[in-house]
């Protein structure tokens, strides 16, 4: 089993240092993401696993960066100087997840009190 480490997207920065995307001086995340198409993923295809990232949609919402190769829920990758460890799992909180009614599909704030009409208040 693998070790599991969340970090904070500054701490990530720091420590594993992406570097700019060579291809596109205009990509997100200040010019350090790649994209899944194209020029852009066969550039990163190419580099050693350990120094890849995927950034994506978390299941339950939310967007991470996680260390390694990923396909499902992706939006693009990024590649580091610095490996991720052997046997090692790093998940990169980048947004909060929207927690969501199942009834109603309100966007729920943690802060505030949900709607007292919607039919699963009293489920």
């Given at each position: 089993m693998?070790n599991?480490i969340?970090?904070?997207?500054?701490?990530?920065v720091?420590?594993?240092?992406?570097?700019?995307n060579?291809?596109?001086k205009?990509?997100?995340?200040d010019g350090?993401?790649?994209?899944?198409?194209?020029?852009?993923?066969?550039?990163?295809k190419?580099?050693?696993?350990?120094h890849?990232w995927?950034?994506?949609?978390?299941?339950?919402?939310?967007?991470?960066?996680?260390?390694?190769w990923?396909?499902?829920?992706r939006l693009?990758?990024?590649?580091t100087e610095?490996?991720c460890?052997?046997?090692?799992?790093?998940?990169?909180?980048?947004g909060?997840?929207?927690?969501?009614c199942d009834?109603?599909?309100?966007?729920?704030?943690?802060?505030?009190?949900?709607?007292?009409?919607?039919?699963?208040?009293?489920?």
């Amino acid at each position: 089993m693998n070790n599991f480490i969340e970090l904070d997207y500054d701490e990530w920065v720091a420590t594993y240092k992406p570097i700019p995307n060579n291809i596109d001086k205009n990509a997100s995340f200040d010019g350090m993401m790649f994209e899944t198409y194209g020029d852009e993923v066969a550039f990163v295809k190419k580099t050693d696993p350990n120094h890849i990232w995927m950034y994506g949609d978390g299941d339950d919402g939310g967007s991470f960066i996680w260390s390694g190769w990923g396909f499902v829920n992706r939006l693009g990758y990024f590649i580091t100087e610095v490996p991720c460890p052997p046997d090692t799992d790093i998940q990169v909180m980048v947004g909060e997840p929207d927690l969501t009614c199942d009834f109603c599909g309100d966007i729920l704030d943690e802060e505030l009190p949900h709607d007292p009409l919607c039919e699963g208040i009293n489920q």
